[in-house]
């Protein structure tokens, strides 16, 4: 067959690993301008050089065998290595905050040398249009075909997997697959307000990432303490959900000095020498359908992402892996 993937996250390019295996003819559009999507890095110029960031997934953690012998040859390749970072609870009382050491529950992954290293070696392999924007997906009879933004069309397919954000694919299924529209309806994602910073020097912290348990910030990690980062002292704040739901309107200039602001207070850092925020809309599922994939075999289109089982790189991966192991019997 000749299958459409909507989507070159991580749950798309696993889909299209097992299509592309089984045989089948495999082209993936992305609107993004590269890989990366919710696990992309951030590049600037700051006073202290040039800096990145992994704004969005922070690391991500191996459970099934099945991912683990995915990721070895990128691993080999030097494409994830593991990070082992001091993690700690921040907690207030009577004003003063105390940092707790908290074990590391299941190894921890990142992409080297930045995040979205994992999502280009998976797309290397594969036919992935970037900057494309897929407005609907047109059906006459078994035929298939994509709607462009700026025009254009792509087809004819067989089938359409659709491998984006819950809110983005139920709008899109809607004309092709109430069904999968109805289960993607249902999915809710917290957003997130992402905030880079980086300083002249040490910020005089012995630990690299911690959990807040008060205030705007969720999480803070010193991103240049993962593999491949070099020496520079960057870090990632994260804001709540209830923060971000309640600042979303905030230019992002703002939102990172709040919440700059915020961090500075919790650890006694002195100001950062560079600072900027990024939005997201749709950072976390809050409640998924329980199912790996949908799978309309009257329209021949499925639906696949992170929300369909839980907010977790290996869940995107597994959903996309299961569909692609279904269509592929």
């Known amino acids: 067959m000749k299958i459409a993937i909507i989507g070159a996250g991580i749950a798309g390019l696993a889909a299209a690993d097992e299509l592309s295996r089984a045989g089948h003819d495999i082209v993936l559009h992305d609107k993004g301008r590269g890989a990366g999507g919710r696990m992309s890095t951030r590049r600037a110029q700051t006073p202290s050089g040039e800096c990145r960031w992994d704004h969005g997934a922070q690391y991500f953690t191996v459970r099934s065998e099945a991912f683990r012998t995915r990721l070895k040859p990128l691993m080999d390749a030097g494409a994830i290595a593991q990070w082992s970072p001091r993690l700690v609870t921040a907690e207030t009382a009577e004003g003063r905050w105390t940092f707790a050491e908290r074990s590391l529950e299941d190894e921890m992954f990142v992409g080297t040398p930045s995040m979205n290293a994992l999502i280009k070696a998976m797309a290397e392999t594969h036919k992935v249009h970037w900057s494309s924007r897929v407005m609907a997906i047109e059906t006459d009879g078994a035929v298939k075909t994509l709607v462009l933004g700026g025009g254009g069309r792509d087809g004819p397919f067989d089938a359409v997997v659709c491998a984006i954000p819950a809110e983005q694919a139920a709008s899109l299924l809607e004309p092709v697959s109430p069904r999968l529209a109805s289960e993607a309806s249902g999915v809710r994602s917290a957003p997130c307000w992402a905030a880079m910073l980086a300083f002249e020097g040490d910020v005089g912290v012995d630990w690299d990432g911690a959990s807040v348990r008060q205030g705007p910030l969720a ?64 950072a976390k599922v809050e409640s998924g359908v329980g199912e790996a994939f949908g799978w309309d075999a009257n329209a021949s289109i499925g639906a696949v992402g992170d929300w369909r089982i839980a907010p977790r790189v290996e869940a995107a991966w597994q959903s996309g892996h299961s569909l692609g192991e279904f269509l592929s019997r």
């Open 219 to 282: 999480w803070v990690a010193r991103d240049g303490s993962k593999p491949g980062r070099g020496n520079a002292e960057t870090w990632v704040l994260h804001a709540t959900p209830e923060w971000a739901t309640a600042s979303l309107d905030l230019a992002p200039q703002e939102a990172a000095d709040l919440l700059a602001r915020a961090f500075i207070e919790l650890i006694g850092a002195p100001s950062p020498v560079y600072s900027a925020a990024h939005r997201w809309l749709l």
